[in-house]
């Protein structure tokens, strides 16, 4: 009886060993899986994530970034249009951006050039669930204002009906190809000349007229 005794009592911790070593190799696998890519993580686009994505362009701030690069069109300019354009895309676990579109719009001019500026920040450090580089939701807004000295010098183009079509701009002597952006302390003297007498001075790229602007000396002109 004894020696049956011992013999169950055996055979009871050998399967007492076996199903603690069972459930340490389940609990280490499932936490194995966990910390892996599969199919989940490969296609889920995430809200919330454990290390947001970042963008590695230079800049890396994404406000200073889009100030460096953004273009104000110039119909929208002349026409005082502003506003936050808000463009929503996926930072992919590869780092790249991917279906951009426009979230909040303000005007189709101001949308286009704020999806042109996002296109070109094309480099991301992916964002991370678990340690795993996954796809996530980003928004960028995008914000188009002009300063007060911009507003006054669209008051004069429109004081002399320059606003609607674009005209030739000259800015000390030199001519611009496109608006002349300078602070009102750096203005001497503006001058508009239209019709004949334009076209005459400049050619036929004065038809729309030209917009004259000397600056101060010694400061230079910010364009």
Not at 18 to 27: A, E, G, K, R, Y
Not at 160 to 179: A, H, I, Q, T
Request: charged share 25%; proline share 6%.
């Amino acid at each position: 009886m004894k020696t049956a005794s011992l013999i169950h009592s055996f055979d009871g911790i050998r399967r007492l060993k076996w199903i603690v070593c069972c459930t340490f190799f389940s609990v280490s696998s499932a936490f194995f899986v966990q910390a892996q890519p599969d199919g989940d993580y490969a296609t889920t686009v995430y809200d919330n994530v454990d290390k947001l994505p970042k963008f590695k362009g230079k800049p890396a701030n994404v406000a200073k970034f889009v100030a460096q690069h953004i273009v104000y069109p110039d119909e929208a300019w002349r026409n005082q249009t502003e506003g936050l354009v808000v463009v929503q895309g996926v930072v992919a676990k590869d780092g790249s951006l991917l279906n951009l579109s426009i979230k909040e719009s303000v005007d189709p001019l101001l949308d286009m050039e704020a999806l042109r500026v996002v296109e070109m920040m094309t480099t991301w450090r992916p964002a991370q669930v678990n340690g795993v580089n996954v796809n996530c939701n980003v928004v960028i807004p995008v914000r188009f204002s002009m300063s007060p000295e911009e507003r006054e010098f669209v008051q004069i183009l429109k004081k002399y009906g320059l606003d609607k079509n674009p005209p030739l701009y000259v800015l000390d002597n030199k001519e611009v190809m496109s608006r002349i952006q300078i602070p009102s302390y750096n203005i001497k003297s503006i001058r508009v000349l239209k019709g004949d007498k334009a076209i005459k001075r400049y050619g036929d790229k004065a038809r729309n007229g030209v917009v004259i602007v000397e600056s101060k000396s010694g400061t230079p002109p910010v364009l």
